[in-house]
C-alpha cells in the first residue's frame, strides 16, 4: 500500500514563540537547567539520537552542528544513530546514556526496561542521572514543538 503524506509550509503554522511565549519561556529555563553540571558532548550526543528517533530534522540539523562547533569528530555525529554497531566509537558511560535517551524517548513501546536504568546508574550519580533524563524530557519536548509547528532544517531561527 503506498502512503502520501501532506507537507505542510512554516507559514500555515501557529508562531509558538509568539503565542505562548510564557510556555517558550518555561521550556528555554527547563532546558537550561536540564543542561547543567553535565559534560556538552554528551548533552549533543543526547539531543541527537532522541531527535533521530522522533525523526526531527530540525532539531537533529541543530544538534550536530552546535556538536561540530563544540569539537565534535565525524565519525562519532556518523555513527550516533548505530551507536550499538559502532560501540568503540562512545565509552560506556555515553552508551549508557544513548540507551536511556532510546527508552524514554520510546518509553510507549517497552517502558524504560530496569536494566537500561540501572546501567545508566551505574555510571551517573543521582543528581547527573536526574539531569541526564531531564534533558532527555526537554529534546522531546523541543522534537515535537519543531515537529507540531512545522520546524523546517537549516532556518535560522534556534527553536520553537
Not at 528555554?28 to 550526543?45: C, N, Q, S, T
Not at 566509537?89 to 518509553?107: D, M
Request: negative net charge; contains cysteine; glycine residues 4%.
Amino acid at each position: 500500500m503506498h502512503m502520501t503524506t501532506q507537507t505542510t509550509t512554516h507559514s500555515t503554522r501557529l508562531d509558538f514563540v509568539k503565542t505562548a511565549p510564557k510556555v517558550f519561556r518555561a521550556l528555554i529555563g527547563f532546558d537550561a537547567a536540564a543542561r547543567e553540571g553535565l559534560d556538552p558532548a554528551l548533552v549533543e550526543l543526547i539531543q541527537i539520537r532522541a531527535s533521530h528517533l522522533n525523526h526531527c530534522a530540525y532539531c537533529l540539523h541543530m544538534h550536530t552542528n552546535d556538536a561540530r562547533k563544540a569539537g565534535e569528530s565525524e565519525d562519532r555525529l556518523h555513527m550516533v544513530a548505530v551507536w550499538r554497531e559502532a560501540r568503540h566509537f562512545f565509552t560506556p558511560k555515553e552508551q549508557s546514556a544513548l540507551a536511556l535517551t532510546e527508552a524514554v524517548t520510546l518509553v510507549a513501546g517497552a517502558g524504560v526496561p530496569d536494566a537500561v536504568y540501572t546501567e545508566a546508574a551505574s555510571h551517573f550519580d543521582d543528581q547527573e542521572l536526574a539531569q541526564v533524563l531531564s534533558l532527555i524530557f526537554t529534546i522531546n519536548t523541543w522534537n515535537r514543538l519543531a515537529l507540531s509547528t512545522g520546524k523546517v532544517a537549516g532556518t535560522d531561527d534556534r527553536r520553537g
